[in-house]
């Protein structure tokens, strides 16, 4: 076997490895900067993965109440999975947390809840990665369908969620 043939032999290697190593990555923070239209999964300082991603269809302020298609801003945690979501594979985010109930209660109103990070399915699958070219959601955070699947895969129960305008 010639020189060349081994270093590809273990590039090829390498390469259909990497999903593995990859996914050994413990990743320990989840950060979304809604100005910026990006979902940033960390581990420590270091961004591992970065996705665009479309938000709620309320407009760029933090979601006070339910109903106002706002997607929340604070710190949180993902607390249950989907697996059976209408939009592919769902992540929860434990909104409200008690800042977000503390003011609902002092506006009379309820903060609503069922933020999710989750793909398009079947209903907007076809729009692919044009989906991002408006927010559409209900409060929510989107992403297509393969990078929920990466994301899922990813990120364990418990991982802290920071949402920043």
Avoid at 54 to 70: C, I, M, T, V
Wanted: glycine share 10%.
């Amino acid at each position: 076997m010639t020189k060349h043939a081994k270093l590809s032999g273990l590039l090829l290697l390498a390469f259909l490895l990497s999903p593995f190593i990859f996914a050994q990555e413990t990743i320990d923070r989840v950060l979304v900067l809604k100005s910026e239209h990006k979902l940033l999964l960390l581990s420590g300082t270091e961004t591992v993965k970065s996705y665009a991603v479309a938000l709620g269809s309320g407009g760029p302020e933090p979601k006070w109440r339910q109903g106002d298609h706002k997607t929340p801003e604070g710190f949180y945690r993902i607390d249950w999975r989907n697996p059976h979501s209408r939009f592919h594979l769902g992540l929860h985010i434990s909104y409200p947390n008690e800042g977000d109930r503390e003011r609902a209660r002092k506006l009379g109103v309820s903060p609503g809840g069922d933020i999710l990070i989750h793909g398009l399915g079947t209903e907007f699958k076809w729009l692919g990665v044009k989906h991002r070219l408006y927010d559409w959601t209900d409060g929510c955070i989107a992403v297509t369908d393969s990078e929920i699947e990466e994301i899922w895969r990813l990120i364990r129960d418990g991982t802290i969620v920071e949402i920043r305008h």
